[in-house]
């Protein structure tokens, strides 16, 4: 099986590359490892692994991140827990070289193997 993936070129992940000072905190939180460093400063490695739990935007000193925490994977997953509609959240799987790709509906599944 590929790499899990989220719905490509939808995240509203942003870094403003001018405000950051290469703290790390952003990699240290991310779950997803979406951030790297490159020659000192925080860059976006893959966005389409973003979960959009805004974890990375919270824990930045200078607020060189912002992401829309809350209408992501990240939401779905808590709002399942928490016994609510879990609609938002749909995940592709990287298709293997001899295999098509698979999207998971969250109706479909448990949060959980989705994220």
Sequence with gaps: MGQLTYLKNVVTLELDEEKCVGCGMCLIVCPHAVLSMNNGNAMIEDRDLCMECGACARNCPTEAITVQAGVGCAAAVINTALGRDASSCCCVI????????QVKDPKESSQASCC
């Design 94 to 101: 990287e298709p293997a070289e001899d295999q098509g790709a």
